[in-house]
């Protein structure tokens, strides 16, 4: 019996390392990635602020100001329900023979975008 709970302590304490290294991480990538917001007084009272940069046939769609973004569903589960990833800071994608940016990483043409003011 002991030896079991000291198992599952140990698995939970593993767990819990794991997700607070990871969260820090997450953290660090995402501040560390932004551009600068335009100052306040070149915003013209915006609620939120995108900036779109492409290198090599990639293409990235940064939040820099009051939003979050991810990546519109493609289908619903047959329980009705959808999925959608956690919005964060940033999507990444390709530019598609349509010209539009699309995440490439599941070799779709969704090219829609989903954002919520922050």
């Known amino acids: 019996m002991v030896r079991s709970a000291l198992r ?3 698995v939970a304490g593993l767990v ?17 990635a932004l551009a ?11 609620d939120f602020e995108l900036q779109v940069f492409s290198e090599n046939g990639e293409v990235e769609v940064r939040c820099a ?4 973004l991810t ?5 619903a589960r047959p ?5 959608i990833l956690v919005p964060g800071d940033k999507v990444r994608g390709i530019v598609t023979d349509q010209r539009c940016v699309a995440n490439g990483w599941n070799g779709s043409s969704n090219c829609h975008i989903l954002g919520w003011k922050k």
């Open 8 to 10: 599952v302590f140990f």
């Open 16 to 32: 819990g390392v794991g997700w607070a290294v990871g969260h820090a991480q997450t953290h660090a990538q995402a501040g560390a």
């Open 36 to 46: 600068k917001p335009a100052p306040p007084e070149l915003s013209a009272n915006s």
């Open 65 to 68: 100001r009051g939003c979050k």
């Open 71 to 75: 990546w519109a569903p493609t289908v």
């Open 79 to 83: 329980d009705g329900q959808v999925d």
